[in-house]
Structure formats: C-alpha cells, structure tokens
C-alpha cells in the first residue's frame, strides 16, 4: 500500500501479463508512483499467477483478487476514501 500523507481517494492496481509467473506488480510501479504522486493512496496488488507458487487453476489468481477487494472493507484499511480499480491486460 502507497498511502501519501492525506489522500484524496484510493487506487487498486490489478496487473496483466498473461497471469504467467515472469509478469508481477513491477509492471505497474510506475503507474503506482505517478498516482501518490498525486495526493492518491495506491495498493498495487500481486496474485498467483500461472505454474507459480500455490498456483492450481485460474481460481487461484480469482481467489486471491477477491480477498484482496474484501480487504477493502477491513478496519485494517483506511476507509473513507472514494475507490478505483484499474486492470491492464489479462
């Protein structure tokens, strides 16, 4: 989680690369830092990816980008902020 002093909202990254184990949250670490940058809370998520670690199916990568958008609602979690998703590729 990116949390820049006072955020304005929060973003939720969700990576592409063909769900292949060689394409992880790097990808969006640019978009990530441009979007602090801007006064918004960024949470690039990562998620099993294809013949990676406790990889089974495409379950797996489902399950793990469900509790991560279920964890929103934790009080763990800043809550307030206005929330954005945003998926590149797969």
């Known amino acids: 989680l990116w949390l820049p002093e006072d955020p304005e909202a929060l973003v939720v990254l969700i990576h592409g690369g063909f769900w292949l184990p060689q394409y992880g949250k790097d990808l969006m670490s640019k978009l990530a830092s441009d979007v602090v940058s801007r006064r918004w809370a960024c949470?690039?998520?990562?998620?099993?990816?294809?013949?990676?670690?406790?990889?089974?199916?495409?379950?797996?990568?489902?399950?793990?980008?469900?509790?991560?958008?279920?964890?929103?609602?934790?009080?763990?979690?800043?809550?307030?902020?206005?929330v954005a998703l945003v998926g590149h590729s797969a």
């Open 43 to 82: 949470w690039n998520l990562e998620y099993r990816r294809v013949a990676g670690p406790g990889w089974k199916d495409f379950n797996s990568t489902l399950q793990d980008i469900t509790a991560a958008l279920h964890f929103l609602k934790s009080p763990d979690f800043p809550q307030g902020l206005p």
